[in-house]
């Protein structure tokens, strides 16, 4: 695959961005696209390493590896060395519902279990997928695909995220009619008001939106499954149904002085924000606004990362993140060689504007919130934090232990709390009569059935917070399963 040399000829090339102090005063995509003659280097470094591990899909260790919709990466990097991209463009639609997602917002696993990542820097997997989409979409080589025939079959999806959108494309292509069901006010899900639009612009979400739309999808937003409509009646209009609503119960904190006024749930602070800007270029004031204050996100994760870059560009006073673990190894240690995916320090997007705009990485590594202090009127004034130490204890775990003497109290007049999600929400899935475990639900991997004939589940709400990959490799197998139910075999693959 590529160049038979590829790989010892040319390097990996760095992602093109805009300037870090300068795409802070915008809200537009941080990333900007290769030219075709680097994409044509890259493409050619992919070698010809007889077991692509690069598309195996698999967890090791709890952590992704590989691509799980098992996309034909070698096949696709030698067409766009031969610049051959409609056909990289063939190749690439066969496993990749949605690739302009992927290729803007996936960690890219693939890249960590890339052969060529052994020795040296990997693929520019991602980069070259996402050009690929985009050109299709540019030259018009994407169209509407409309089946010339129907089942007479009718399938509710509950949730426009990436998994009720996959299962919804799949599903339509074999000639069942689909409704999806959304109770925010545009489809999308998380791509919509989960990510923000320094990451994922909305105009490439709308875009695919209305490509399924004129393929004979049917998208009901401003409707909430369980409350507006009711699960009896989506019972009985639909022959069958899939519960992809996604894993948004938000975690807290249990804290002293929570109570607080300013401190608020991370996923409200993006979802507020992006949808004002969708709405009214911020004239609306319906946001949280960080500008002129001082800002603490605690969590280490993207979602946090997020909040961290929204507020630069709200033009908040100072941005810090707290994260309970410690700062990743700068190589792969011997507990983590490849092909799992490489936990090493990175400068992702946020953190790279924070430290242009402060002159300093805005993370702080095992340091833990002990209270949260309020001034007279009940708005939050400060955090009061201690440094901790990761050790392992006699049986084999690790423990973190404060240190004394690190105390430190902290300004601030926003915090946003980034610690993860519980599960899904759990009134809808109560009206369904849906049987769960540990908040998802219950529904074996693979089969994607839950305990109520006819009701399928898949994505976040089944197997926790997890990759937009995960979501669209499960929302294509969900309909498989659902055809199967349907038709007594399946024409999908």
Not at 137 to 164: C, M, Y
Not at 417 to 436: D, N, R, S, W, Y
Not at 484 to 490: A, D, E, P
Request: charged content about 25%.
């Amino acid at each position: 695959m590529g160049k038979a040399t590829g790989f010892m000829e040319y390097t990996r090339e760095k992602a093109t961005e805009r300037n870090a102090s300068t795409r802070i005063n915008d809200w537009n995509e941080y990333s900007a696209p290769f030219s075709d003659e680097s994409l044509s280097r890259q493409g050619a470094r992919c070698m010809d390493c007889g077991t692509p591990f690069c598309h195996m899909g698999m967890e090791l260790n709890n952590v992704t590896t590989g691509c799980p919709i098992n996309n034909l990466i070698p096949e696709w990097n030698d067409l766009v060395y031969r610049g051959r991209w409609k056909e990289a463009l063939e190749r690439l639609m066969k496993t990749n519902n949605f690739p302009e997602f992927t290729g803007r917002v996936c960690p890219a696993p693939c890249e960590g279990s890339c052969t060529l990542a052994i020795t040296d820097p990997a693929v520019a997997i991602k980069n070259i997928e996402r050009t690929i989409i985009d050109k299709g979409f540019e030259n018009g080589w994407i169209t509407p695909r409309i089946p010339t025939k129907r089942t007479g079959k009718k399938i509710a999806i509950v949730g426009s995220g990436p998994a009720g959108l996959a299962a919804a494309d799949q599903l339509n292509q074999a000639g069942h009619s689909v409704t999806v069901y959304e109770r925010a006010d545009r489809p999308g899900g998380l791509l919509t008001y989960g990510i923000p639009n320094m990451k994922l612009e909305k105009e490439v979400v709308e875009r695919r939106v209305r490509l399924l739309t004129q393929e004979g999808i049917d998208f009901v937003t401003n409707t909430e499954v369980g409350k507006d409509i009711s699960s009896e009646e989506i019972n009985e209009q639909y022959d069958s149904v899939i519960l992809c609503i996604g894993a948004q119960k938000q975690r807290d904190l249990v804290i002293e002085g929570r109570e607080a006024k300013g401190i608020h749930l991370a996923m409200d602070y993006l979802t507020e924000t992006t949808k004002s800007l969708l709405d009214s270029n911020f004239e609306d004031g319906q946001f949280i606004d960080a500008e002129g204050k001082d800002v603490i996100v605690i969590g280490g994760g993207d979602t946090g990362a997020d909040c961290v870059a929204t507020a630069l560009r709200q033009k908040c006073r100072t941005v810090v993140q707290f994260g309970k673990h410690p700062q990743l190894p700068m190589a792969r240690t011997e507990d983590n060689m490849w092909p799992a995916y490489p936990d090493v320090y990175s400068l992702d997007y946020a953190y790279e504007e924070a430290q242009k705009q402060y002159g300093r990485d805005p993370r702080q590594y095992l340091i833990q919130t002990k209270k949260i202090v309020a001034d007279d009127n009940g708005n939050l004034k400060e955090l009061h934090t201690i440094q901790m130490e990761k050790v392992k204890g006699e049986d084999g775990r690790f423990v973190f232990n404060e240190i004394p003497g690190t105390e430190k109290v902290w300004p601030a007049q926003l915090v946003f709390v980034a610690i993860g999600f519980e599960g899904a929400e759990q009134p809808l899935l109560k009206q369904f009569g849906i049987e769960t475990t540990n908040q998802k639900v219950k529904a074996a991997y693979g089969e994607y059935t839950t305990n109520v004939e006819g009701v399928f589940a898949a994505g976040d709400a089944r197997r926790g917070q997890s990759l937009i990959v995960w979501a669209i490799h499960e929302g294509r197998e969900v309909a498989r399963q659902v055809d199967t139910y349907l038709m007594g075999s399946t024409v999908l693959t």
